[in-house]
C-alpha cells in the first residue's frame, strides 16, 4: 500500500470516528438536556405544591382568626347582657338584635371553615356555634323571664343558667386551630390540601 492510500484510508477512518464521535455527543446532550428538563420540571411542580399549601395555610389562618374575633364579639355581648340580666333589667330590643347578628356572623364565618379543613378542624367550629347558639337561647329566655315578672319563671331560668357546665367548645376549637398550624405542611391531609 502506498502512502496516498494509507493517508486516505487514514483519512476516512479519521472521519468515521469524528462521525461516531460526534454521534455520541449529539447523544449526551440529549440525554442531558432531557435529564435538565426533567430537573426543572420536578422542582417548579415541587415549588407549586409548596406555595399552594402556603396559600391553604393562609386561608386557615385567616379563617381561624375570624372566627376566633366573632366569637370574642358575642362572648362580650353575652357577658355585658348577663349583667344585665343579673340585676333583673330586661334586654332592650337592640341588645337583643345585636345578639342575634353576632350569632350569624360567627355562624356565618365557621361556614367558611368547611372550605379549608381539616375536617376534625371544621367539627370543633361547628361545636363552638352550636354552644354559642345555646348561650344566646339561654339568655334570651332569662330576658322573657325576666320581661314576664314571673318569679319561679325567672328563679328557674336563674337556676339552670347557674347550673350549665361552661362550654369546652372554644378551648377545643382553640387547640384545634394550633395543633392544626402548627403542623408541617407536609402532613396537611384537609380536602384543601389534596388538590
Given at each position: ?51 399552594h ?62 372550605m ?37 319563671a ?6 339552670g343558667t ?9 378551648s ?24
Amino acid at each position: 500500500m502506498d502512502q496516498g492510500m494509507a493517508a486516505v484510508a487514514a483519512g476516512i477512518v479519521g472521519l468515521l470516528g469524528a462521525g461516531i464521535g460526534g454521534l455520541a455527543t449529539a447523544y449526551g446532550a440529549r440525554v442531558g438536556a432531557q435529564q435538565t428538563v426533567e430537573a426543572a420540571r420536578t422542582q417548579v411542580d415541587r415549588q407549586a405544591a409548596a406555595e399552594h399549601l402556603h396559600w391553604v395555610r393562609e386561608q386557615r389562618r385567616q379563617t381561624y382568626s375570624d372566627i376566633m374575633e366573632a366569637d370574642l364579639v358575642l362572648t362580650m355581648t353575652l357577658q355585658d347582657c348577663t349583667s344585665d340580666l343579673l340585676r333583673r333589667s330586661g334586654l332592650p330590643g337592640e341588645t337583643v338584635d345585636r345578639m342575634q347578628r353576632e350569632l350569624m356572623i360567627l355562624a356565618t364565618t365557621v361556614t367558611r371553615a368547611g372550605m379549608w379543613g381539616p375536617d376534625d378542624l371544621v367539627t370543633k367550629a361547628q361545636d363552638l356555634i352550636r354552644s354559642r347558639g345555646e348561650d344566646v337561647g339561654y339568655t334570651m329566655a332569662w330576658s322573657c323571664a325576666i320581661a314576664s315578672g314571673i318569679e319561679t319563671a325567672i328563679q328557674a331560668v336563674e337556676h339552670g343558667t347557674h347550673e350549665r357546665q361552661p362550654s369546652r367548645a372554644h378551648s377545643d376549637f382553640t387547640l384545634a386551630v394550633r395543633q392544626t398550624l402548627a403542623a408541617p405542611a407536609n402532613q396537611d391531609h384537609g380536602p384543601a390540601a389534596a388538590q
